[in-house]
């Protein structure tokens, strides 16, 4: 059963930093719409002291305070050991979140570095040749084009495959329009209807990355 002096509290403090509903609390914080249920019934004692590690900064107030403003009569009559002991806990539990996020940052840059390094070998021949092949162009502009075009093509099909991401149609394609697939250039079609495509769209597994560009026929 909800407390609602307690509610009242929550969503001054959500007022005070510009949050204007429960879920929108819970996105902001990563904490589950439960936890804050516990907060809004008076169940401080039920939460986990992560949980309020995450909320003290959204809500821009110091642990202690989130504390002492959402314990319960009986919380705060017993001032002796019990507190001193949750005080240290949370202390505890404050120095092992700051590490645990620590460690998930090195985990982040290390897993960006990977990612870096695994792309570059796969364009490693377009990052070598391409400038080469630009300046020959520049100095001759009779130069071929499609002896140009495998030096992009050929790393960029190689890094897309390694990403799983498939285009939804080769250039020049005619097929039936689907908008969830398709984006009008111009004109306009009805479901079904044939149209080219202009630019293509990918897909990566089952989610769309970017609808192919169409001209009704």
Do not use: C
Not at 10 to 22: A, E, T, Y
Not at 57 to 86: G, H
Not at 100 to 114: A, P
Not at 121 to 142: D, M, V, Y
């Amino acid at each position: 059963m909800l407390n609602i002096d307690f509610t009242q509290k929550l969503q001054n403090l959500m007022q005070q930093v510009g949050i204007s509903s429960f879920k929108g609390l819970s996105r902001a914080a990563g904490v589950s719409e439960r936890q804050l249920l516990r907060l809004r019934q008076g169940k401080l004692e039920q939460m986990r002291v992560d949980v309020l590690l995450k909320l003290s900064p959204v809500l821009q107030m110091p642990l202690n305070e989130l504390i002492t403003t959402f314990s319960t009569v009986e919380l705060l009559q017993d001032k002796t050991a019990p507190t001193q002991e949750l005080l240290q806990e949370i202390t505890d539990l404050r120095r092992e979140y700051d590490r645990s996020q620590l460690q998930l940052e090195q985990q982040r840059e290390v897993l960006l570095q990977e990612l870096q390094q695994s792309s570059l070998q796969l364009l490693e021949s377009l990052l070598l040749q391409w400038p080469t092949a630009a300046q020959k162009a520049q100095e001759n502009p009779q130069l071929a084009a499609i002896k140009i075009v495998p030096l992009v093509q050929k790393p960029l099909e190689k890094l897309l495959q390694a990403w799983g991401v498939e285009a939804i149609a080769p250039v020049g394609a005619e097929l039936p329009y689907n908008p969830q697939l398709h984006q009008l250039l111009e004109g306009t079609a009805k479901l079904g209807e044939t149209v080219k495509v202009r630019y293509t769209g990918y897909l990566q597994g089952e989610k769309l990355l970017y609808r192919a560009k169409v001209s009704p026929v």
